[in-house]
């Protein structure tokens, strides 16, 4: 069984700070993604790695990805308070004759002024 | 981009009754579609794997009979709650995958009073 593991769960932080979000998952998978959830709303896409060593940057986030360490991270780098958010990996694995996602238990990020 | 409509945006229904949520693809056909739930402070947990013109494939523990989904065309999938009760009271995200990547609803947030 496919496992996700995101730490930390909360993060308070100072704004012009940096910080990084792991992710770790239990077995290959084709892909990973990153997921912000502002509350009350529903998902929206930030990254999606494909391969051993991708790294993709946006604004004041960069998520890596290791393969063989199975683990991904997420950087913010001089933190804003609008980055507060609920951030979420997942991981995208064929299950059977289907693909599904197993998301990560999700980090409740606080950027304080 | 890939656009999921979700409706409704929350319903507050009384305890015994049954409500309908439906997530369409607008600009893209989907075989298969994925119903999630969220409970406050939590992950995704994925419910059940919806598919076109066949059967829905349940996750462990989620009892097919109290939540019916119904994929009758390659744009629309429905998730029944049948005889709802408070503990149902949950954020409900459907999403499906065009060609690349996985795109969501906007969630609907269930009330059982």
């Known amino acids: 069984e496919l496992k996700v593991e995101q730490n930390p769960l909360f993060l308070s932080m100072q704004e012009g700070k940096n910080y990084t979000i792991y992710c770790n998952y239990s077995?290959?998978?084709?892909?990973l993604y990153w997921y912000r959830q502002d509350p009350g709303k529903s998902l929206e896409s930030l990254f999606v790695l494909l391969s051993n060593g991708a790294v993709k940057q946006e604004g004041r986030l960069m998520a890596s990805l290791d393969t063989k360490a199975r683990l991904s991270t997420l950087h913010i780098t001089a933190a804003v308070h609008d980055l507060s958010a609920t951030y979420f990996c997942?991981?995208?694995?064929?299950?059977?004759?289907?693909?599904?996602?197993?998301f990560g238990s999700g980090t409740q990020l606080t950027v304080l002024p | 981009g890939a656009v999921v409509s979700q409706h409704p945006s929350w319903v507050i229904c009384k305890s015994g009754t049954s409500v309908k949520i439906e997530c369409r693809s607008l600009?893209?056909?989907?075989?298969?579609m994925f119903w999630y739930r969220q409970f406050p402070k939590q992950s995704l947990m994925l419910m059940a794997t919806?598919?076109?013109?066949?059967?829905?494939?349940?996750e462990q523990g989620v009892e097919k009979d109290k939540f019916l989904i119904n994929h009758a065309s390659l744009t629309l999938s429905t998730l029944t709650v049948t005889s709802a009760h408070p503990e149902d009271s949950s954020f409900y995200i459907c999403s499906a995958s065009p060609v690349y990547g996985y795109t969501f609803g906007s969630g609907t947030r269930l009330t059982v009073v």
């Open positions: 600009d893209f056909q989907a075989t298969t």
């Open positions: 919806s598919n076109e013109g066949s059967k829905a494939t349940y």
């Open positions: 997942a991981v995208d694995k064929q299950s059977g004759s289907a693909r599904q996602l197993t």
């Open positions: 077995t290959t998978s084709d892909r």
